[in-house]
């Protein structure tokens, strides 16, 4: 497979120095693996840290700014950080107005959040946690306990950012955190597996003309497999999942999410075909978000985030946001 990077063994490094190049505006500490927003710590405010494996860009990183997350930890490709990176990133954006790790639902990320979580604390640093588990294609799968954390991630981390640029206290921006992923659910969909840089060749088999219904960010198996299906279709089952599980009875937030891959010409005309399938099932919606924003490398395909919100939840994700992935209203 062809990749544009120098060696695997460098993916990550030479990424981030590319970040910190194009974005003046973050602090980029490509040796220990750290991007802060360059004004942190912000006095009284409360500080979001969250982190993964790289790979999902812009998921975490290009969400790190004004009007959202205040810190991001990148592992490496598909693997989770290391506590000291969490409770270097916590230290550097704390003004004593506590710390919110925000969390996706897989073993390495749990239990690596929860190893910072103890040692930031024993540095005097106050901390919440809040799991993001909105996928509803498997009840468990090859990296998790529970639902997988994927598209939901976007919505939190926006909505909790704007209460915590607000100056909320902890107490209230964990307790919204927590109510917009109780509120969100997403189902995704593989057309191509994705590649990594180490192993240079498809992470998983899916044969020509079939797809897989269900994927999670790292290729992990969904649902089922499926002949090669249109958009009209796969909308329908993606939509369906979704709306099944959450049952929303106000409007929602609609994320139209890339996997990696696929072009916006074809994620404009999935979002055509979500549009008409939620008409149709009757659930009103608020707002639409079509682009690449929690990817898998470059897998083929797409998924779908609803996320059933109020006034105040509406509010808060308006809020100005200025961050490399994510920008509006500055």
């Not at 993916?11 to 973050?26: S, Y």
């Not at 190893?115 to 799968?141: H, N, P, R, T």
Request: aromatic residues 4%.
């Amino acid at each position: 497979m062809k990749m544009l990077i120098n060696v695997p063994e460098t993916v990550v490094a030479d990424a981030l120095r590319g970040m910190a190049a194009a974005h003046p505006e973050l602090a980029v500490d490509v040796e220990n693996r750290v991007i802060v927003r360059r004004d942190a710590p912000v006095a009284g405010k409360v500080a979001l840290v969250s982190g993964g494996g790289s790979g999902h860009e812009p998921l975490h990183g290009g969400f790190v700014g004004p009007g959202m997350l205040s810190a991001a930890c990148p592992g490496e490709v598909f693997t989770s950080p290391v506590p000291d990176q969490m409770v270097r990133a916590a230290a550097a954006v704390d003004s004593g107005a506590g710390v919110l790790f925000i969390v996706k639902n897989y073993t390495g990320d749990v239990l690596n959040f929860d190893m910072a979580a103890e040692l930031a604390e024993d540095e005097g640093i106050q901390v919440a946690k809040v799991l993001v588990d909105d996928d509803v294609a498997v009840s468990d799968s090859l990296y998790t306990a529970g639902r997988r954390g994927t598209g939901a991630t976007l919505f939190v981390e926006k909505i909790a950012g704007a209460a915590a640029e607000e100056g909320r206290p902890l107490e209230q921006v964990e307790s919204l955190a927590r109510k917009v992923n109780e509120n969100s659910r997403s189902f995704g969909v593989a057309l191509d597996a994705c590649t990594t840089p180490a192993k240079g060749s498809p992470t998983f088999d899916l044969p020509a003309g079939e797809l897989e219904l269900g994927v999670g960010i790292h290729g992990e198996p969904g649902r089922e497999r499926r002949a090669m299906m249109t958009s009209r279709e796969i909308a329908d089952f993606a939509v369906d999942a979704v709306v099944d599980d959450l049952d929303p009875r106000n409007p929602v937030l609609v994320l139209v999410n890339g996997m990696g891959a696929t072009p916006l010409l074809e994620l404009y005309g999935f979002n055509a075909e979500v549009q008409r399938r939620l008409a149709e099932r009757g659930v009103p919606v608020a707002r639409v978000l079509v682009g690449n924003y929690v990817t898998s490398l470059d897998m083929a395909g797409a998924s779908v985030t609803l996320c059933q919100i109020d006034e105040e939840l509406l509010r808060l994700y308006d809020a100005p946001v200025r961050t490399p992935g994510l920008r509006w209203g500055v």
